[in-house]
């Protein structure tokens, strides 16, 4: 197959190689095993329709997989902000027994429900579903400056 080598500036025979791409979504790192075209001539990679096609139909699959969440980050992460099981499952707009199963890692949880479950946490997705997960979470601090930033405002 021929394609075009910018580095070449021509039009040069190429050789599909597999290759793992990683990136990151609104705080959701999405990887997946996709295609590089590489130039014969010079070793660089070179542009390639059918790479790129066959790369966004892997993008598209990875992204929209449904994933587990890690037990251990989301109870913690709901619980210091001494939100209840109940209160989270309205804001889902799930029954509380389906929230349940997802908070255990017995249900597969849906990108929107884990952007929407990051968003009410204040975290990035990645630490819902992260299986390396230590306390605390980013969001540590930034609880902890809105407890002041309240008790400082009802003080007034």
Known sequence: MNTYCTHCQDSTPVTIKPTTIAMNVDGLTI???????VCDQCGHEATSQDCQQYNGRQFRAEINKPRLLNPKAALHAR???????????HCLNIPLAVFT?????????????????ATIYLVEPDELINPDFTEPGTYRREVD???????RSTKT
């Open 101 to 117: 199963a997802i908070e255990t890692g017995a249900c597969a949880v849906t990108p929107s429900q884990l952007k929407a479950l």
């Open 79 to 89: 619980t210091t902000l001494h939100l209840s099981a109940d209160y989270v499952a």
């Open 31 to 37: 990887q997946f095993e996709g295609q590089m075209a």
């Open 145 to 151: 400056d809105l407890r002041r930033y309240v008790r």
